[in-house]
């Protein structure tokens, strides 16, 4: 499976972005999505998931603000970002693995990544 990320770029605090990801791959149904982010000095962290059937989970603080959704007849996750400050600057990557054992859950490891788009948040 690929996966194809896009919709980064520069936002004014308190904006917002939708980032999208495109999976190619024959089993998309199979799979589910995540998305990390690596912010500049700092460490990768997870952002958010969408498992195989839909449920959706995020980071703490960021519960309201990104939700996550997926459009399976276009293989695409979205990733809404609002309310964005500037400590949301990263590079975010979506990632997939193949989970369909797990249907309503995610895991914490994922085979497939993205190249990542870019967010910058200006304050």
């Known amino acids: 499976v690929q996966l194809q990320a896009s919709g980064g770029g520069l936002v004014q605090t308190a904006g917002s972005l939708r980032l999208s990801c495109v999976i190619y791959?024959?089993?998309?149904?199979?799979?589910?999505i995540g998305w990390f982010r690596q912010g500049p000095g700092k460490q990768r962290e997870w952002v958010s998931c969408?498992?195989?059937?839909?449920?959706?989970y995020n980071r703490n603080p960021d519960k309201g603000r990104f939700t996550i959704s997926r459009d399976n007849a276009q293989h695409t996750v979205h990733l809404q970002m609002n309310r964005l400050s500037p400590e949301d600057t990263a590079v975010y990557y979506c990632?997939?693995?193949?989970?369909?054992?797990?249907?309503?859950?995610?895991?914490?490891?994922?085979?497939?990544w993205g190249q990542g788009t870019k967010v910058t948040v200006s304050s």
């Open positions: 990632v997939a693995e193949r989970y369909a054992r797990y249907p309503i859950t995610c895991p914490r490891s994922y085979d497939y």
């Open positions: 969408i498992s195989v059937d839909g449920s959706t």
């Open positions: 791959g024959s089993t998309y149904d199979d799979y589910a």
